[in-house]
């Protein structure tokens, strides 16, 4: 076949067989060094173009374009890195090979990306050889975190019918403080400022909502607010928290070896929180019997905040009340119930509006007494129906630890009113 006769496609593969040499010769690790990865693009196009001017090799039909899939094939995630590059995409799932999605500020789209199954088992293999988990028969499902700070999480056949299913939750930090929400329209700067004060004050903060309402960014934006001389200690199941709190450690689980030791589950890591002299203590997500030593955590003393799925304020805390009964024969609802209305102070739901924003739809106060087996909660902010402007507004709820906020200097009746 002569050089004439070779497709645009053809030409691009050639190029990136050379820079797969180069990069093998050289001893480049594509991945750790990026920036040396795409000179190395940028000097071998360059040779491949003067070439090309010769005759002796086929033109590229665009050079640019070319390089940036070179050196996404070789340092990143091949068709999936625009994505991941693109500040906009949210989260990109994979149900088969032809069928590619991304979300984008929480509205899903179709991509026009189309990939074979070689190419997905690729891709999975790549990112999961950076994370250090495994998937096999024997552990179907995986939960990792990517260099860059993206979540992922595949499932493989025989559990799915035909194909690997992978989603890739990039965690994009709009927001490290309470104000930001205020200025993205989360907000309204009068409830901003009394969350602000109640977790100076330490008011445990029960954040809920569904998928991708945007609850790990609220938790983010309320430890902006954490004083800066406290110790933070974080657990979660993959790293997906970020602030910055001067005194912080933050660990994730570990899933089991192949010989199925080495498990350290998020029960173990609040308990372990304990003993690391926390000043206040930050879960990513409760599921199931981690609940139980979050709610001792709390009603030991120790300001803290979390987040759990629901779809209202109610719901979350109904929730709260019967997770912790996975922890054990022994753990019944006579010790849970009042121990979370004592435990959880504020409870701030979210969702998703229907133009795909985030927004606060109800900051809810646990007022601390229970009447049969129902925890009173009281409305402290609420949004308007659309129809009625949708702003998010005062309730007549009042919040406990009035006490609380005074010795941070606040005055929370003040506060409430409107005023500072």
């Known amino acids: 076949m002569s050089i004439d006769t070779l497709a645009p496609a053809d030409a691009a593969a050639l190029l990136e067989h050379e820079v797969r040499e180069l990069v093998r010769r050289r001893a480049l690790d594509p991945v750790r060094d990026r920036p040396g990865l795409e000179r190395l693009v940028a000097?071998?196009?360059?040779?491949y173009t003067e070439r090309a001017t010769r005759g002796v090799v086929p033109a590229l039909a665009d050079p640019q374009g070319t390089e940036r899939?070179?050196?996404?094939?070789?340092?990143?995630?091949?068709?999936?890195?625009?994505?991941?590059?693109?500040?906009?995409?949210?989260?990109?799932?994979?149900?088969?090979?032809?069928?590619?999605f991304v979300a984008r500020r929480g509205v899903p789209e179709l991509t026009t990306t189309i990939l074979t199954a070689?190419?997905?088992?690729?891709?999975?293999?790549?990112?999961?050889?950076?994370?250090?988990?495994?998937?096999?028969?024997?552990?179907p499902f995986v939960d990792a975190s990517l260099p860059g700070g993206e979540r992922l999480h595949v499932v493989i056949p025989d559990v799915t019918r035909e194909h690997m299913a992978v989603n890739i939750r990039k965690h994009l930090v709009r927001a490290d403080h309470l104000d930001h929400l205020v200025r993205l329209g989360s907000l309204t700067p009068h409830a901003a400022a009394f969350l602000d004060a109640a977790v100076r004050a330490g008011l445990n903060v029960l954040v809920s909502g569904?998928?991708?309402?945007g609850k790990t960014t609220m938790l983010n934006a309320l430890a902006g607010s954490i004083p800066a001389g406290q110790r933070v200690i974080s657990c979660e199941e993959v790293f997906e928290v970020r602030f910055a709190a001067r005194d912080h450690v933050a660990m994730q689980c570990r899933q089991p070896s192949l010989e199925g030791t080495g498990e350290i589950p998020l029960?173990?890591?609040?308990?372990?929180?304990?003993?690391?002299?926390?000043?206040?203590?930050?879960?990513g997500e409760?599921?199931?019997?981690?609940?139980?030593?979050?709610?001792?955590a709390l009603n030991a003393g120790i300001p803290g905040m979390c987040t759990v799925h629901a779809n209202s304020a109610r719901e979350a805390v109904t929730k709260m009340?019967?997770?912790?009964?996975?922890?054990?024969?022994?753990?019944?609802?006579?010790?849970?119930?009042?121990?979370?209305?004592?435990?959880?102070?504020?409870?701030?739901?979210?969702?998703?509006?229907?133009d795909g924003a985030r927004q606060v739809r109800e900051v809810v106060a646990v007022t601390g007494r229970v009447e049969g087996d129902r925890v009173e909660t009281a409305g402290l902010f609420h949004?308007?129906?659309a129809e009625q402007g949708g702003d998010l507004v005062r309730g007549d709820g009042f919040p406990p630890g009035e006490e609380r906020f005074a010795r941070a200097g606040v005055d929370v009746r003040a506060l409430l009113a409107g005023g500072r």
């Open 43 to 47: 000097e071998a196009s360059a040779d």
């Open 69 to 100: 899939a070179v050196v996404d094939a070789l340092g990143g995630l091949g068709p999936l890195q625009r994505y991941l590059d693109d500040p906009e995409v949210e989260e990109i799932w994979i149900n088969s090979p032809a069928k590619v």
């Open 118 to 139: 070689g190419q997905v088992r690729d891709l999975v293999e790549r990112m999961l050889k950076a994370s250090g988990r495994r998937l096999d028969l024997s552990s």
């Open 210 to 213: 569904a998928t991708q309402a």
């Open 267 to 283: 029960r173990r890591l609040v308990k372990e929180a304990l003993r690391m002299r926390p000043d206040r203590i930050v879960i």
């Open 286 to 296: 409760v599921r199931e019997a981690e609940s139980f030593d979050m709610l001792v």
């Open 321 to 354: 009340c019967t997770l912790p009964l996975l922890a054990g024969e022994n753990v019944s609802d006579r010790f849970v119930v009042p121990t979370v209305a004592s435990a959880i102070d504020l409870v701030v739901h979210l969702d998703v509006a229907a």
């Open 383 to 385: 949004r308007l129906p």
